[in-house]
C-alpha cells in the first residue's frame, strides 16, 4: 500500500514531537531519538510503502526495521495523520472534479483502512426516500444531490404557491401550481444528470402508502405533515422495511430532528409511549391534548429550513457511510431559537414492549 501524509505540520520540542493536523488540537508525540520526526520528514516527500521507507530512512542513518516503520504507520494512523495514497481520488477526472469538495471533507476521516473515495462510493451508491419537498424538504433534497447520493426517491402531494418562497428554493415564481415533486425531481435531474431521481406524487394516508417505496431504499428521510399519527406511520414502515428514518422539523420556537435505527435505537412510537393518556385529568395531559389539537402557521424562515434540511442530511450522511455513529438515533436534538441555537439531546424512552420496535425483531 501507498501511504501518503496528510496536511500537517510538525516540530521537535526536546524530546517530544508537536504535531498539527486539525487546527483545534495539536498532539505531542515522545520521540527521543527523533525517528517520528524523520518518519515524517519522509512521508512529506510524496506516497511510499512501507518497506521505501525503511529503505529511505535507514540511508540516512536512522536505525529502523520494517516492522518499526509499520508500526510507526499504524500509529499515525490512529491519530488520522496518514490514508492511502491509491484511494484519494475516485479515478475518474469527471467524478473527481465533481466531487471535489466531498473528499476534500472525508479526507478528515479517511484512515489506511477506509479511504475518501470509498466514503464518495457509498453516497453514490446510496438510495434514499425523501418524504416532502417542502420546507425543510426542499434543502434537504440540496444537500443530498450536493453530496452525491446515487438515487432519490421524492414523495409529495403539494403544489408550489407563493408562500413557499420564504423557505424552499428548488421552486421558482414561473413553477407556481406545479407538482413538487415533480419540480424538485426535475430540479436534481438539472443540478446533476448522473443521480437517478423518482417523483411520487401521492398522498401518504398510513404506513401500507409507503410499502411499495421502502423496498430497496438505505434511508428514509423527512417526515409527513397533516394528520397528527403520520410520523408514526413512517416509523413503522421503516421499521418493517429494516430501514433508518431521519426525520426533522420545527414547533415556534424550536428546531428538531431525530433518527431511529431498526433494532437498534428506541423509536418513536417508544417515545409516545412515554406521554401521558390524553383521557388523564392532570397538568400533563390537558398540556399534551391542548398541544396535539394546536395548529401552528409553518414559521419555518430560510435560514432555519436550511438548518433543519442540514442537519437531517447530515445524520443520512452518517447512516449511508459509516463515517461516524448515527449522533441522533433514538434521540430528539432540540435546537432552541431562544437558547441561543444550543443543542439538547432527549433520548426517547425505550419500551421493551413496543409493538413497532418487535416488527424490527421479526
Request: charged fraction near 25%; aromatic fraction near 6%.
Amino acid at each position: 500500500m501507498l501511504v501518503m501524509l496528510k496536511e500537517c505540520a510538525w516540530e521537535s520540542l526536546g524530546d517530544e514531537l508537536v504535531v498539527v493536523h486539525d487546527p483545534r488540537e495539536a498532539y505531542t508525540l515522545a520521540d527521543p531519538d527523533g525517528r517520528i520526526a524523520a518518519l515524517l520528514d519522509e512521508l512529506a516527500r510524496g506516497p511510499a510503502t512501507a518497506e521505501e521507507l525503511s529503505e529511505a530512512l535507514t540511508a540516512r542513518g536512522v536505525a529502523v526495521t520494517g516492522d518499526n516503520v509499520r508500526d510507526g504507520l499504524t500509529g499515525l494512523d490512529s491519530l488520522g495523520l496518514v490514508e492511502n495514497a491509491d484511494e484519494r481520488l475516485l479515478g475518474d477526472p469527471d467524478a473527481d472534479e465533481r466531487h471535489f469538495s466531498n473528499l476534500t471533507f472525508f479526507g478528515v476521516f479517511a484512515r489506511l483502512g477506509r479511504s475518501r473515495a470509498e466514503f464518495v462510493r457509498r453516497l453514490r451508491d446510496s438510495h434514499v426516500l425523501v418524504l416532502g419537498a417542502g420546507g425543510g424538504g426542499s434543502s434537504l433534497v440540496q444537500c443530498l444531490a450536493g453530496l452525491g447520493v446515487g438515487a432519490l426517491t421524492l414523495v409529495d402531494r403539494d403544489d408550489i404557491a407563493p408562500r413557499n418562497f420564504a423557505r424552499q428554493f428548488l421552486y421558482r415564481h414561473a413553477d407556481i401550481g406545479r407538482s413538487k415533486a415533480e419540480r424538485a425531481a426535475e430540479w436534481v435531474r438539472e443540478y446533476d444528470p448522473g443521480i437517478e431521481v423518482r417523483a411520487v406524487d401521492r398522498w401518504i394516508s398510513g404506513p401500507d402508502d409507503l410499502k411499495d417505496l421502502t423496498g430497496d431504499v438505505h434511508v428514509i428521510a423527512g417526515g409527513l405533515d397533516g394528520a397528527l399519527d403520520a410520523n408514526l406511520w413512517v416509523n413503522e414502515a421503516a421499521l418493517r422495511a429494516g430501514v433508518p428514518w431521519v426525520a426533522g422539523g420545527m414547533t415556534r420556537t424550536q428546531l428538531i430532528y431525530f433518527s431511529v435505527d431498526p433494532g437498534k435505537s428506541a423509536c418513536l412510537r417508544c417515545d409516545e409511549s412515554d406521554l401521558p393518556r390524553l383521557d388523564e385529568r392532570t397538568t400533563a395531559a390537558v398540556a399534551h391534548r391542548l398541544t396535539r389539537g394546536l395548529r401552528l402557521a409553518n414559521g419555518l424562515t430560510g435560514p432555519m429550513a436550511m438548518q433543519v434540511g442540514s442537519l437531517v442530511a447530515y445524520e443520512v450522511m452518517r447512516y449511508l457511510t459509516g463515517v461516524e455513529p448515527p449522533r441522533a438515533a433514538g434521540f430528539r436534538v432540540v435546537v432552541d431559537l431562544l437558547n441561543g441555537l444550543v443543542p439538547v439531546w432527549r433520548p426517547f424512552p425505550r419500551d421493551p414492549a413496543c409493538p413497532a420496535c418487535a416488527l424490527a425483531r421479526r
